[in-house]
Nanobody
Framework: QVELVESGGGLVQAGGSLRLSCATS????????MGWFRQAAGKEREFVAG????????HYADSVKGRFTFSRDSAKNTVYLQMNNLKNDDTAVYYC????????????????WGQGTQVTVSS
């Protein structure tokens, strides 16, 4: 059983920062590739960030490039999404998700999803 637990969401003013965390088990962390997604009200879920650990290449949605950073802490079996200079359009439920192959993570075709954490950016 793969369990992903997000935390760190909340209410923040535009221009502020938040760091989301996604914790999982050691077995999952060492086996699965993980990514961050978000879904705003009335919109489809979209890919936000991920890293292909095969070549350590990061990928970000164009809308978050330069503002969001994906990272991981192997000792804590946790991945993070550091979000800076937040904008109103970043308001959404954020999810981490996992799959065995990175291409499927990029495509949003993940086998496992966390419960999501709400991020609300106010003007």
């Amino acid at each position: 059983q793969v369990e992903l637990v997000e935390s760190g969401g909340g209410l923040v003013q535009a221009g502020g920062s938040l760091r989301l965390s996604c914790a999982t088990s050691g077995r999952t962390f060492g086996t699965y590739l993980m990514g961050w997604f978000r879904q705003a009200a009335g919109k489809e879920r979209e890919f936000v960030a991920g890293i292909n650990w095969a070549d350590f290449s990061p990928h970000y949605a164009d809308s978050v490039k330069g503002r969001f950073t994906f990272s991981r802490d192997s000792a804590k079996n946790t991945v993070y999404l550091q979000m800076n200079n937040l904008k109103n359009d970043d308001t959404a439920v954020y999810y981490c998700a996992a799959n065995l192959t990175y291409n499927k993570v990029r495509a949003g075709e993940c086998d496992y999803w966390g419960q999501g954490t709400q991020v609300t950016v106010s003007s």
